[in-house]
């Protein structure tokens, strides 16, 4: 469960990433804002979360007879 669950924060990070990313010359609304710092660390965070998350799983899965 655990491996699901980190690759779905993943899948999900990346999506959010994807969706924010320019596009047609015009940034996000972020940008400039004094949110733009904490949705860089929320960005960090959920990707170190699915990359624990995932390790955790995968750790479990190899230890498991």
């Known amino acids: 469960m655990t491996l699901l669950t980190g690759i779905a924060v993943?899948?999900?990070t990346a999506v959010a990433l994807a969706a924010m990313l320019p596009r047609g010359g015009r940034t996000h609304r972020f940008?400039?804002?004094e949110l733009e710092p904490y949705v860089g660390v929320a960005f960090c965070a959920a990707i170190a979360l699915g990359c624990t998350l995932l390790?955790?799983?995968a750790l479990d899965l190899l230890g498991t007879p």
């Open 10 to 12: 993943l899948v999900i």
């Open 31 to 33: 940008v400039g804002t």
């Open 55 to 57: 390790l955790s799983g």
